[in-house]
């Protein structure tokens, strides 16, 4: 993984988005997919992902702001209510379980 060192902003000076913090599906845990409403770019992505890595439990957090999807791989099963609160907490709504 790479790390942000500049002001809050993920962004490239040649405009793409991106945080280092998409990690690969693991193989074991449960996996759950959830909509997200108002992502709209990798710092977006990368906010939601930020805010629900840190429930206990999650290995791994994938958002996709083009499906606004967003895949929690976690050592068991997540309490929907809290990925809701860290959802929220990073300024957007989870829609539910996809």
Do not use: F, W
Not at 41 to 61: D, K, L, P, R, Y
């Amino acid at each position: 993984m790479t790390s942000q060192t500049n002001s809050g902003s993920c962004c490239t000076p040649a405009g793409t988005c991106g945080t280092g913090t998409t990690a690969a599906v693991q193989d074991s845990g449960v996996t759950t997919v959830y909509k997200v409403t108002g992502m709209t770019c990798g710092h977006c992505e990368g906010s939601i992902s930020q805010e629900v890595s840190a429930i206990a439990g999650v290995t791994s957090v994938k958002a996709v702001a083009a499906t606004g999807l967003v895949t929690v791989v976690s050592a068991g099963p997540l309490d929907d209510e809290a990925v809701r609160a860290a959802v929220d907490e990073a300024g957007y709504e989870l829609a539910g379980r996809a």
